[in-house]
């Protein structure tokens, strides 16, 4: 059993731009020990992890895996094949990415990915264990939005993915980040949030994110 599962709260953030901090920034606030890393050494994200997310360290990605059980992975798209296929072996890997033309150019593959663009993470990775979460709402949702266990007006995030005890374990780390957890299913029903699907840019409470995704369920 990882740390993960153990609800110790340890992160590890992989990309320091707009998602990576702003995640930072919550589980700090989260009471989380926070390791974020950029593409090149740790200095060159010095100053904007310490102005972002005071609190949290910055480090190369390789210290980053060896900080944490629970790693995000938030980089452009078109950039995670530049990670080494092994680098997360055993981890729990949160696929916060999504597949942007204007950004990562014209991937077909990206792009035409029939149960998602996370499948293809989890074949780049193939001894991690992949969750797709934390993608669907705007980044500064980690911050405005976030709100205590029970709270009025909590958003809720969805989890999926194949391995269950990932999922349940992604799914307490986004309780503790603020907002209400939906488990949606296998890794390919990640598909649902992404930039074309039902769920993607808008804030539901747990009960209406779930009857998008299980639509057979709660009409039963
Ligand atoms: N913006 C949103 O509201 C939002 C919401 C949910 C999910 N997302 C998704 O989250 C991902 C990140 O988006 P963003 O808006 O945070 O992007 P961003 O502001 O451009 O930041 C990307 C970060 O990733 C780092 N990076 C790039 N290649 C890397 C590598 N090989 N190893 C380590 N770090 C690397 C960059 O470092 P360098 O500067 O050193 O290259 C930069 O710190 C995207 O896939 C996006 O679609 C975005």
Redesign the pocket.
Known sequence: MSSGETGERRLGI???????TTIARAAIAAGYDVAI????GAE??ALIVEVLAPGARAVT?EEVVAHSDVIVL????H?FR??PRDLFAGKILID???Y?EE?DGVDQELATAPAGTSILVQERFPSARVVKS??H???YKFDEGRRPHGAPGRIAMAAAGDDRAAVAAVMQLVDRLGFDAVDAGPLEAGLALEPDGPVFGVSYSADELSSLLWPAASSA
């Open positions: 992989v990309g320091a731009g707009r998602v990576g890393s950029g593409s090149g060159r994200i990605t938030a980089v452009p798209m950039r530049e990670l916060a990415m999504n942007w950004i934390l993608n709402i705007t980044y």
